[in-house]
């Protein structure tokens, strides 16, 4: 690494750390006018994000405001609604003290300090400044390194930044593995990283040897349970837009469709009938494009392993990165495209003539970020989840909890640790510091 820019990384840090004990970011007034000002600027970039989310990823602008800006800017009003409140200590009931003296118990909310963020490339913008929003309600500075896989995006989040807030409070460093390396030799008072299960490792590895405080943000294999009474229409429909949104590049999309053999034959029509509806005629560019060329080849692989499994889509551009919704059948969990997580447009179908044994396989697996049942059977639905474990889950539905600040989001066991959105956020970013008070 060029030596100017290990010192200039170094030199930010230290500028935060001396910030952080001004006590300036403790201070509820403070954190509401920076994140008013980050607000503002913010929706001013409105079409520069959205010209670099086309340019990266290949989102529309229907979908860059919607799944990217819209999200961030929902999470910065629900914050500044409500961080009054949330940073109150909480009075809490106290054990009798020996001598028979009052005794007063409350829990104070603390911000941990100096935070490093480390984006993902799918969704750049909501997935790198919501947590950046959590740090600074809680009243931590960040240092934030977006994906180097979204190059327009990171330029553009750097630009905002830059004009919303001084570095010695929050600032940007964009690189790769190098400088990513060097950030997590650092002493950070928290981490929080979105990504791979593989990354997250080697993240949680750095954390581990300063004992630092973290959350990971991962992904896995999410199952779809389509049952025998499932409104057909209805699950196609929201299967689709959950798997296809993001040329199929999200962490909770549905990962593989287990469904019921008796109505296999009929799903597989309808959902045949509403791409061709849907996409026109399934023209190459209408879902996005893949993060790079050997994304591509990765996805192409699972095709190439099993051609004869490909029962719709399959054709692609390495030129564009554009890849066409696919589905492939009578997929077993020896086939490739069931080893790993997918991340592209590519959709497996299972059957099971027994739930329990297909709850079974599933449960037998990394626990997922997500799991989706589909049934008008709401004791099916309750069976469903009693039996299985996921980071989250819906029932009749996809990926729309990951959009509301009213829910805790996040992983379980290899799936990730620590949930964020709303005040799930504000807790995530802030210690619980147990105070006793005797009388």
Known sequence: MDTNLEQKIKGIFQQQKAFFKTNKTKDIEFRKAQLRKFREIF???????????SIDLGKSRKEAEYVEIQIVI???????????????????????????AEVVSKVMYE???????????????????????GALVAGNTAILKPSENTPHVAQVLENIVKESFDESYVAVIQGAIEENTLLLSLPFD????????????????????????????????????????????????????????????TCVAPDYIYIHESIKGAFIEKFKAHLNTTYEGQSLGKIGK?????????????????PEK?????SYDLETRHFEATLMDNITWNDQVMQQ???????????????????????????????????????????VLHHTTSGDAEINSTIIHVGSHYLPFGGVGTSGMGKYHGKFSFESFSHSRSVLQVK
């Open 43 to 53: 929706l001013q970039h409105t079409d520069d994000l959205c010209e670099a989310l």
């Open 74 to 100: 929902s999470e910065l009003n629900y914050f500044l609604e409500n961080i009054d409140e949330w940073a109150k200590p909480t009075s809490v009931p106290s054990k009798p003290h020996p001598s028979g």
């Open 111 to 133: 911000p941990y300090g100096v935070t490093y963020i480390i984006g993902p490339f799918n969704y750049p913008v909501q997935l790198t400044f919501s947590p950046l929003i």
């Open 190 to 249: 928290y981490i929080f990283f979105t990504g791979s299960p593989n990354v997250g490792k080697i993240v949680m590895k750095a954390a581990a040897e300063q004992l630092i405080p973290l959350a990971l943000e991962l992904g896995g294999k999410s199952p779809t349970i389509v049952h025998k009474d499932a409104d057909l229409d209805k699950a196609v429909a929201r299967i689709s837009y959950g798997k296809w949104i993001n040329c199929g590049q």
């Open 290 to 306: 893949i993060v790079s060329q050997n994304q591509i080849k990765h996805l192409a692989g699972y095709l190439e392993a099993a």
């Open 310 to 314: 490909v029962i719709y889509g399959g």
């Open 341 to 383: 997580e997918i991340f592209g447009p590519i959709l497996p179908i299972m059957t099971y003539s027994d739930i329990n044994e297909a709850l079974e396989e599933i449960n037998s697996r990394p626990k997922p970020l997500a799991l989706y049942v589909f049934t008008e059977n709401q004791e099916f639905a309750d069976n």
